[in-house]
Every structure is written in structure tokens, then in C-alpha cells.
């Protein structure tokens, strides 16, 4: 694990205050940040590995689990928000099985919240990979979560 990490760490060597980039460097490499992470940087920045998870857990744009293979997203910016982006997230929540910010069991999904993907006169909208799913409604959200679902 620390092999992985030891570029990352040899470029940041002696710069005290670039825990965030290197946590985010990390996430980049990994997809998230596991507990092996955690204490590979806290023993770089010779850090206790709770005061690194402590920062790291303050800022939403760090995860703590793998990502699933497909990564569901729901804007809940104002556009969608306002035609109905919180029922659409709580439906794909229920489809899936989780709340927002986790991943299925299997590793087959992941659910996030995203501000606006720039497209709001198409609100309300879903993402699902690099798939962009406009004009979401209740059922719309079911049937492409089923198609996702039933792939081998
Ligand atoms: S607010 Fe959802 S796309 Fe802009």
C-alpha cells in the first residue's frame, strides 16, 4: 500500500501543509481513502491517524469507502431541486438500497449528490456513469436503476 503512495509522498517530502492535496492526490490513486491510507499519511506527515481522519472527514469531497462499479448521481442544485430532485434521490435511494454517499454491498453502485451538472433546463437530472438521464421522473429513475441492475 505504502508503494502505491510513496510517489505521492516523495513529491509533498517536507511540505507540512499539504495534508489536503495529498489526501486528495491519494483519493485520486485509490478511489477513496482506505484505513491503510489514513495511516500511510499520518505517518508521513508524522500525524496521529484520527487527526488525519479528523481532516479528512471534514471536507465532503473525501470518501471512506470504494466506489462502486457504477456511479449513480442526483443534482440536488436549485434547478433540479426544485422539480423534484429530492424525491428523485430518495427513490434511487430506496432502488438501490442505500443513502446517499454509500455504495451497495456488492460494490455494483455508488449514490452521490451533486450541485448542478450545468444542464438545468433539462432538470430534473440523473447521472449514472458518464449516461446523462434528463427530465427524470419517479419511474424513469426505477427503470434505469432496473437496467443497470439486471446487466450481467
Ligand atoms: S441544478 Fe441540476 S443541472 Fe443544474
Not at 492526490?25 to 491510507?37: D, I, T
Request: with cysteine; aromatic share 10%.
Amino acid at each position: 500500500m505504502y508503494k502505491q503512495l510513496a510517489e505521492i509522498f516523495k513529491q509533498y517530502e517536507g511540505e507540512k501543509g499539504a495534508v489536503i492535496t495529498v489526501l486528495q492526490k491519494v483519493q485520486e490513486k485509490l478511489g477513496y481513502l482506505s484505513k491503510e491510507a489514513i495511516s500511510g499519511v499520518a505517518k508521513f506527515f508524522r500525524m496521529s491517524e484520527s487527526e488525519i481522519f479528523g481532516i479528512a472527514s471534514f471536507y465532503a469531497q473525501f470518501r471512506f469507502t470504494p466506489r462502486g462499479k457504477h456511479a449513480v448521481k442526483v443534482c440536488l442544485g436549485t434547478a433540479c431541486y426544485v422539480r423534484g430532485g429530492e424525491e428523485i434521490m430518495k427513490t434511487a435511494e430506496k432502488n438501490l438500497g442505500i443513502d446517499r454517499g454509500g455504495t451497495t454491498e456488492d460494490y455494483k453502485f455508488s449514490l452521490e449528490r451533486v450541485a448542478c451538472f450545468g444542464c438545468c433546463a433539462l432538470a430534473p437530472v440523473m447521472l449514472v456513469d458518464k449516461n446523462v438521464h434528463t427530465k427524470m421522473n419517479l419511474s424513469k429513475v426505477r427503470e434505469v436503476i432496473k437496467r443497470y441492475q439486471g446487466e450481467k
